[in-house]
């Protein structure tokens, strides 16, 4: 196990008292509501020193209200050290009334439009996407790519057309683990990784795979791919808890991670698991 604290990249929180998350409906095995004392409780004995709030598809229209809440939390627990908030690009340029509100948020540094769930297979190519996702350059803010494995050509798309925007690929760009297969998506990630200005987190592997009998043998595969393919200046550990929940435990995974870099030098773990989500998310 580390023996230091680690930054991690991608939590979630959740309060059903505040907000809609309708999506989570049926799935049998994940908590409803989680807040920070969650978090460093569930992570135990694994020291968290800071993590960055990712948003959790709350319901049309609470994008704002669920920001509001993360930012309360992070004035009361200053290890809550970044959030990556909902908005709802394909709006266009007119989204820029919501990411003035968001920007008065001192926790915010980036965003996540779901693109996963998306019917429209074209949706982050739409005109009026790119022109959101663009405003975001102007202030330094993130974007996260959170798709399925065969929505990563348009992604490799997505980012060449907004070369000035920093992005971060969710989950390793969730590879079919269950059923085995590694092709396509081993050559839309090194494709997309050669790209400078995207950056993976090293996230939501287990769940990709069967939640009850995947093993650290069955994915080491694609972790390992995912850090050939950026390199450990352009990787950070993430945990995506709660949802990590569904397979496995905080420990569990962290100890996984460990496990697969465990012949890397010292200074590349320390960028995996701390210096890299610091440096992007500017939480130093």
């Not at 693109?115 to 993130?142: E, N, T, V, W």
């Not at 569904?246 to 960028?271: F, M, N, Q």
Request: glycine residues 6%; contains cysteine.
């Amino acid at each position: 196990m580390l023996d230091y604290p680690i930054i991690d990249s991608h939590v979630h929180l959740l309060d059903p008292a505040r907000l809609g998350y309708a999506w989570t409906q049926g799935i049998t095995g994940l908590r409803s509501k989680a807040e920070p004392a969650d978090v460093f409780a569930a992570a135990k004995p694994v020291e968290v020193e800071r993590f960055v709030f990712v948003e959790v598809d709350v319901d049309a229209g609470q994008h704002l209200a669920e920001a509001a809440w993360v930012s309360e939390l992070a004035a009361a627990e200053p290890r809550l050290g970044g959030m990556v908030a909902n908005l709802p690009l394909e709006k266009g340029v007119a989204v820029e009334a919501d990411l003035e509100q968001l920007r008065q948020h001192k926790p915010l540094r980036g965003i996540r439009r779901l693109i996963q769930g998306q019917s429209d297979p074209d949706f982050c190519l739409r005109p009026d996407f790119l022109a959101g996702l663009k405003l975001l350059a102007r202030h330094d803010l993130s974007f996260d790519i959170c798709i399925l494995h065969h929505q990563l050509p348009n992604a490799i798309r997505m980012v060449q057309q907004c070369p000035d925007v920093r992005f971060v690929l969710d989950h390793i760009g969730k590879p079919a683990i269950k059923v085995g297969e590694m092709d396509p998506w081993r050559a839309d990630l090194k494709r997309l990784a050669a790209l400078p200005n995207v950056h993976c987190k090293i996230s939501g592997v287990c769940t990709e795979a069967d939640h009850r009998t995947w093993t650290r043998q069955e994915i080491t595969p694609y972790v390992e791919h995912a850090l050939e393919s950026f390199g450990f200046e352009r990787v950070m550990f993430g945990s995506d808890w709660h949802v990590l929940e569904l397979a496995g435990t905080y420990p569990d995974w962290v100890h996984v991670v460990d496990e697969i870099v465990h012949d890397c030098s010292p200074s590349e773990r320390r960028k995996l698991f701390r210096d890299n989500a610091a440096a992007f998310y500017r939480l130093r």
